[in-house]
T-cell receptor, first 112, second 117 residues
Framework: KAGVTQTPRYLIKTRGQQVTLSCSPI?????VSWYQQTPGQGLQFLFE???????NKGNFPGRFSGRQFSNSRSEMNVSTLELGDSALYLC???????????FGPGTRLLVL | AQKVTQAQTEISVVEKEDVTLDCVYE???????LFWYKQPPSGELVFLIR??????QNEISGRYSWNFQKSTSSFNFTITASQVVDSAVYFC??????????????FGTGTLLAVQP
């Protein structure tokens, strides 16, 4: 079974731009979660989608948004990028509630 | 509020030594889940183990073993006879307590394990 895939793997943007990251979960998994990892703040939960509905959202500004499609694939969008948005963005999928989350390789975003 | 503490920031051992990574958690919920993930330099988080709050049975899997103690809110991880390939950052994580309404993971700050040849 294929694992979680994320595209692109690397991205360089400039301040003020917007970016869209994509995540394809493991086949059969309906829950997709997004996490941000930075050296200063560590791993922080962004949001989770289950059956196209956002179930929970972390403490991030409204510039961070996401969505999930009927095939469980998910995208997250960051608008008006700031230097502090430079991070590794990790996507994880699981079958459902209280199930183990499996992570993708991440997207490394650098904001200049 | 839920919290995970990994007091050890970095650990350096010589190959074949045993090493224990500590994890202490805080939660008011009676149903929760604990995890260990490994993050090699490539960046991908690799799932190692999952325990629910009702299962305090300790587990051994090859060179890995886990010690879950609810009385001390600890979920420690031991690598026996460490190898250079074990070098990575190890994260302890906690989820649950939301009535099944989310899979949100709370991570500790991670422990960087360096195994020297």
């Amino acid at each position: 079974k294929a694992g979680v895939t994320q595209t692109p793997r690397y991205l360089i943007k400039t301040r003020g731009q917007q970016v869209t990251l994509s995540c394809s979960p493991i086949s059969g998994h309906r829950s997709v979660s997004w996490y941000q990892q930075t050296p200063g703040q560590g791993l922080q939960f962004l949001f989770e989608y289950f059956s196209e509905t956002q179930r929970n959202k972390g403490n991030f500004p409204g510039r961070f948004s996401g969505r999930q499609f009927s095939n469980s694939r998910s995208e997250m969008n960051v608008s008006t990028l700031e230097l502090g948005d430079s991070a590794l963005y990790l996507c994880a999928s699981s079958r459902g509630q209280d199930e183990t989350q499996y992570f993708g390789p991440g997207t490394r975003l650098l904001v200049l | 509020a839920q919290k995970v503490t990994q007091a050890q920031t970095e650990i350096s051992v010589v190959e074949k030594e045993d090493v224990t990574l500590d994890c202490v958690y805080e939660t008011r919920d009676t149903t929760y889940y604990l995890f260990w993930y490994k993050q090699p330099p490539s960046g991908e988080l690799v799932f190692l183990i999952r325990r629910n709050s009702f299962d305090e049975q300790n587990e051994i899997s090859g060179r890995y073993s886990w010690n879950f103690q609810k009385s001390t809110s600890s979920f420690n991880f031991t690598i026996t006879a460490s190898q250079v390939v074990d070098s990575a950052v190890y994260f302890c994580a906690l989820s649950g307590g939301y009535g099944g309404a989310t899979n949100k993971l709370i991570f500790g700050t991670g422990t960087l394990l360096a195994v020297q040849p």
